[in-house]
């Protein structure tokens, strides 16, 4: 309904309106309820001249750009790059499996207990970490050694990290904008996925241990680009640029739907 009502549209947000009701049994009289708003038609160019106009949209859409590329880039960078790593690849895809499943599994706990942005630096942190931990030549058992093991946990995190970037940025950007956000946010992370198989790459190139040290760094300075970024647990959904919340906001007992 806040699309419908930012464009003029009550009658479609009212019709919106209606279908939640009944999906959350809610016993709404939408028919005889006032709705205020404040028209907002914009164009495309108007779209994009809002980022010179208001540098807090500007600044938190580049920082959360930066995220979902780096998470992009670390996922299929190591989802490819398996047969490096470990010498039974088909191992090696089947516990990176069960390392996402824990990964978007666990992620609405983790959300949960510590909220958006600090569940998401902990998910970014958390791959950097082990990415750090994978870069000593330990051997464990067999044909399992500690790079193999910890580039498993790292999954884990990273798998996280991808779900807490499409909450944050649906829940930071404007109703106004959140199209625009959204798509620019995924053609970011559309480049990251494209040239994360090439990093696998550096594997024959590199020595493994600048490798898995340029991933860690990857992983560190998203975790950095996600403290910039404001909270949005407990805040209002903004409808418009200015609604944006600084990156020191208060938050609020409630969410507003």
Partial sequence: PRFHLLKGE?????KTLKVLARLFNNPLDVDNLKIVHVH???????????????????????????CWYVVAALYFGISFGWHKIGSDIYTSFCFAAIGDILGFGGNYAI????????????SFGGAAAFFVIAIPSIQIQGEWDLQRVACLFAV???GSAFLICYLITTELAPTSHRGMIICMCSSSARVGAFLGPYMSLLFDLLDRKVVLGLFALAGAIAAGATMLVPDSTGLAIPETPADIP??????TNSREI
Avoid: C, S, W
């Avoid at 009550?10 to 009212?14: Q, S």
């Avoid at 600084?246 to 938050?251: A, I, N, V």
């Fill in 40 to 66: 907002h038609n914009q164009n495309y160019l108007a779209q994009l001249r809002d980022f010179l106009k208001y540098p807090r949209m500007l600044k938190t859409t580049l920082l959360l750009m930066l």
């Fill in 156 to 158: 884990i995190f990273m």
């Fill in 111 to 122: 959300v949960q207990m510590l909220g958006r942005k600090k569940a998401q630096v902990v």
């Fill in 246 to 251: 600084g990156r020191r906001e208060r938050k």
């Fill in 10 to 14: 009550e009658e479609e947000a009212k």
